[in-house]
């Protein structure tokens, strides 16, 4: 069965201290895995694609990388304004993309 | 600006109650998606449409309906069939069916009376 699981469920940082969430999936045929932030109460909102297992994305302290069975979202100097729930999603080419539970990250100051 | 706007933000069903949620994108996307989102769990798809006056059901249609007969519109109705429809919905779009990557609305808020 298709299936992303996303880990840890939660996870509680210092401001400045740099850590990674993991998203593993089991789908067959990859064709791109999706990260996306997600406020309370807000709709997702997309950060990066990866197509293909050694490809890496930036933005800002974000850096997302993908291998053959999971990516990491890595966080390097948290905010408190990084503070959000961080979906991964897979799509292995048909109409449906499935999506983790997510992880819930908090940073304080 | 582009983008996906969805109403209202929250929205209140009473019992046997029928509701439509709103969904507009001007992003001249081709594809269309609505999805439920439930505490501790991942976005389960409702529905969705790859063009306009077609469309199809995802994982957890029943009690759930939708038209597309605009590129720019899909609205989704939260029927009386539906028993548990307490979530927060999500409607997306995409430039071509799960081809790209699927752009997210601010979402509503469905509680039951």
């Known amino acids: 069965e298709d299936q992303v699981t996303q880990s840890p469920e939660a996870l509680r940082l210092q401001e400045g201290e740099s850590s990674s969430l993991n998203c593993s999936y089991t789908v067959s045929g990859l064709r791109g895995l999706f990260w996306y932030r997600q406020d309370p109460g807000k709709g997702p909102e997309f950060l990066f694609t990866?197509?293909?297992a050694g490809e890496e994305k930036e933005k800002e302290r974000l850096k997302a990388t993908l291998t053959k069975k999971e990516s990491f979202l890595h966080i390097t100097a948290p905010k408190p304004e990084d503070s959000a729930t961080y979906l991964c999603a897979v799509w292995h080419g048909g109409f449906k993309t499935i999506f983790g539970a997510g992880t819930r990250l908090f940073v304080k100051a | 600006d582009g983008g996906i706007t969805q109403s209202p933000k929250y929205l209140f069903r009473k019992e046997g109650q029928n509701v439509t949620l709103s969904c507009e994108q001007n992003l001249n996307h081709d594809a269309m998606y609505w999805y439920r989102q439930d505490p501790g769990q991942g976005l389960r798809l409702i529905y969705y449409s790859q063009i306009v006056n077609d469309f199809q059901k995802g994982d957890i249609a029943e009690g759930y309906s939708v038209s597309r007969e605009k590129k720019e519109s899909f609205p989704l109705t939260v029927t009386s069939a539906q028993k548990n429809p307490t979530a927060f919905y999500l409607c997306?779009?995409?430039?071509?069916?799960?081809?790209?990557?699927?752009?997210f609305g601010p979402g509503t808020r469905l509680l039951v009376l």
């Open positions: 997306a779009s995409s430039i071509i069916a799960s081809h790209e990557t699927q752009y």
């Open positions: 990866l197509y293909s």
